[in-house]
């Protein structure tokens, strides 16, 4: 955060863009860490606020094997963005985990906690239901050329598929577009916060503001210092194999 996808990273070094942070959890919204459920420690890219894995095959469930950050957590793997996104499985979850558990510790901060029903397998007693930790699919293989998020009732576990997108050649994965996983996750938060957290349909109508709310988030968790508010800015630019200025899939 806030780099919004590797097109938009300030120095390529390394040549992906990528930067190594350390313990960026919050510590009043994630007090275990992110690896950390209350009943169980993870070396997997799973934790109280949400469990990401790929689904290339559309199961709808975790594989066999996933990506192990080892006993240290350093979650780091290798990505080159010149191959097919199959070469680069385990870093795309890692971005998936890492953006979704940040917009769990910010929202925090605004209100979106355990009362409100945020997505958390425990709520510390703190009100709300637990047992519903983010189950973010990573190069989800049901779909092409977009994303979305399956919203469900405080205590259910919702879902979060993000997808490849074969505009360009290699195809480019929406887990390294952040204004993509920004606005699935921002589905989850609008859903559960318009009606209460045990309502889900109240953003059913063609005039709800669900979109507009998970674009307006989506541009707040992007934002450099230097952007002002009146500035244009398309999102998600990186899928559709433009540059940065492109007007994206929102103009």
Not at 7 to 20: K, M, N, W, Y
Not at 116 to 132: E, I, K, M, R, T
Not at 186 to 192: C, E
Request: one cysteine or more.
């Amino acid at each position: 955060m806030p780099v919004e996808s590797p097109s938009h990273a300030a120095v390529l070094s390394p040549a992906d863009g990528r930067d190594i942070v350390v313990n960026p959890e919050d510590s009043v919204a994630s007090p275990l860490g992110w690896h950390d459920d209350g009943t169980q420690t993870y070396q997997i890219m799973r934790g109280n606020n949400v469990h990401a894995y790929d689904d290339r095959d559309a199961n709808n469930a975790p594989p066999a094997a996933q990506p192990d950050c080892g006993p240290d957590l350093e979650c780091s793997f290798p990505l080159d963005l010149t191959t097919d996104p199959s070469t680069y499985k385990s870093a795309a979850v890692a971005n998936l985990f890492y953006w979704s558990n940040i917009v769990h510790d910010v929202q925090y901060r605004y209100g979106f906690d355990e009362a409100a029903g945020n997505f958390q397998f425990d709520n510390f007693s703190l009100g709300g239901l637990g047992g519903d930790a983010v189950r973010a699919e990573a190069q989800d293989g049901s779909g092409i050329d977009n994303a979305n998020f399956t919203a469900t009732p405080d205590g259910t576990p919702p879902k979060i598929q993000m997808f490849l997108w074969d505009l360009t050649f290699p195809l480019r994965d929406g887990d390294f577009d952040a204004g993509i996983i920004v606005h699935e996750y921002g589905h989850g938060i609008s859903t559960r916060l318009v009606g209460g957290p045990s309502t889900i349909s109240c953003l059913s109508n063609p005039q709800q503001p669900g979109e507009g709310l998970s674009d307006f988030w989506a541009l707040v968790y992007t934002a450099r210092p230097e952007d002002a508010g009146p500035d244009p800015r398309g999102v998600s630019t990186y899928v559709l194999g433009s540059s940065p200025g492109g007007l994206g899939i929102r103009t």
